[in-house]
């Protein structure tokens, strides 16, 4: 019985990185699909979710999120977020406008 309990909360450890997964891969779907620039606003998102989970969720439950330190992922992850959906927002024309 234990054993079940111990799998299950295992598992819940991955959900935080699936989501951001999820995310992520309808933003690379949308970007294939020559939707470039909602793709990439969802790849940020992504990132951004990530930093606020990574932000609030315990060390031993954040799962694959957790790549450093608590402080530095949180600054990496929503800095890199805000960056791609500045650039997402700021280009205009080019190849696939």
Same mark, same amino acid.
């Given at each position: 019985?234990?054993?079940?309990?111990?799998?299950?909360?295992?598992?819940?450890?991955?959900?935080?990185?699936?989501?951001?997964?999820?995310? %992520?891969?309808?933003?690379?779907?949308?970007?294939?699909?020559?939707?470039?620039?909602? /793709?990439? @606003?969802? $790849? !940020?998102? =992504? +990132?951004?979710?990530?930093?606020?989970?990574?932000?609030?969720?315990?060390?031993?439950?954040?799962?694959?999120? %957790?790549?450093?330190?608590?402080?530095?992922?949180?600054?990496?992850?929503?800095?890199? /977020?805000? @960056?791609? $959906? !500045?650039? =997402? +927002?700021?280009?205009?024309?080019?190849?696939?406008?």
């Amino acid at each position: 019985m234990s054993e079940q309990f111990g799998g299950k909360s295992r598992l819940s450890m991955h959900v935080p990185f699936g989501l951001v997964l999820l995310i %992520a891969l309808v933003g690379f779907l949308l970007v294939a699909m020559q939707h470039w620039r909602r /793709g990439a @606003v969802l $790849l !940020a998102l =992504a +990132m951004l979710v990530a930093a606020v989970l990574r932000a609030v969720i315990s060390p031993d439950r954040v799962g694959l999120l %957790a790549i450093r330190s608590r402080a530095v992922d949180v600054l990496l992850y929503s800095g890199f /977020g805000v @960056v791609i $959906l !500045a650039v =997402a +927002m700021t280009i205009k024309g080019g190849v696939f406008g």
